[in-house]
């Protein structure tokens, strides 16, 4: 059953690593033509196009029966949306800000410190410290530093930190793709009067709402469906390594489709944190660990492992962010 989610014993093919970067490229690309949306609708108007795109899209292939949620699976379905919610708007507002490469950059540390919580090894003491260092090294604190944009991007990191603890909570009370259907719906229902809004104020149309719908169906829908795929073919720390790459595509798509020139510290802090990073997953991953552990984390970029339910046959869809 282990086998089915870490991987163990399969051979990665050329088509399953192609597909992994693809996923993590459209992701990215997605956030930067999103970001080319602010001018017309804003941060909060990108996030709500995107959140309602991708209802539109999980709902109908999901068709999770809410009427039979009980209040145990309810409560934190509700906060998940809420995270959903507040993990994009915080981070496509520290994308205004400080820029897409050190945004993304800095919500990476979220899944990191997941990862990380609770060892008490000299190994991951160690990387807790090489990620702190990245950060300085990437942002170099000093008067001209925008620190409002740094928050945003750190906020956004402890969102999906916790986004990656109620998707485990959640992938033991309901089956399959349930949970997140359903808190993309949540999400999609608070972001909903920002589009009204919007709407009145004659700003959702054109190349606006077009980039945001982009951004909801590359950010969203194409990892959700490679993802899904390429889990079943991977190993776990092969797939939690690649994904480490995500700050590096990131920066490469804000400097390609944004033009915005990182500075050659920003580079080397991003560097360092996607080497933690890399390093922490392949190290937890490839060391003695049990199965059970090995259930429980499955690496620490954008994906926690899917939770088992009952007897096994039900599975969350990993790490998957709407």
Do not use: K
């Amino acid at each position: 059953m282990t086998s089915e989610i870490t991987g163990t014993g399969r051979t990665p093919s050329l088509g399953g690593l192609a597909t992994m970067l693809a996923s993590a490229t459209s992701s990215q690309v997605g956030a930067a033509v999103g970001a080319q949306a602010f001018a017309t609708v804003g941060p909060a108007g990108v996030v709500a196009v995107r959140q309602l795109v991708a209802a539109a899209v999980l709902l109908p292939a999901v068709r999770p029966d809410l009427r039979r949620f009980t209040w145990p699976q309810w409560w934190p379905t509700l906060l998940l949306g809420a995270v959903f919610a507040t993990m994009n708007l915080s981070l496509y507002s520290a994308v205004d800000r400080i820029g897409l490469g050190l945004a993304v950059t800095l919500e990476f540390l979220g899944p990191l410190a997941v990862a990380l919580a609770g060892s008490r090894t000299r190994l991951d003491l160690a990387c807790a410290a090489g990620a702190a260092v990245g950060v300085y090294v990437l942002v170099l604190p000093g008067p001209a530093s925008d620190l409002p944009g740094v928050g945003l991007g750190l906020l956004a990191g402890a969102c999906w930190a916790a986004y990656i603890l109620l998707n485990r909570l959640l992938g033991s009370r309901l089956p399959g793709l349930q949970a997140p259907a359903a808190a993309t719906a949540v999400s999609a229902l608070a972001c909903l009067p920002v589009a009204v809004v919007l709407l009145v104020q004659g700003r959702l149309h054109g190349g606006g709402i077009l980039f945001a719908a982009v951004a909801g169906l590359l950010s969203s829908v194409v990892p959700y469906a490679a993802d899904l795929i390429v889990l079943r073919r991977v190993p776990a720390r092969l797939f939690g390594v690649v994904m480490s790459v995500h700050p590096v595509l990131a920066a490469l798509a804000g400097l390609v489709l944004l033009h915005q020139v990182l500075d050659p510290h920003e580079w080397a802090g991003i560097a360092i944190v996607v080497a933690v990073n890399a390093f922490a997953v392949a190290a937890r991953a490839g060391g003695p660990a049990s199965h059970a552990r090995r259930s429980r984390i499955v690496g620490c970029g954008s994906w926690s492992t899917a939770a088992r339910a009952g007897s096994g046959t039900t599975r969350s869809r990993p790490g998957w962010r709407p």
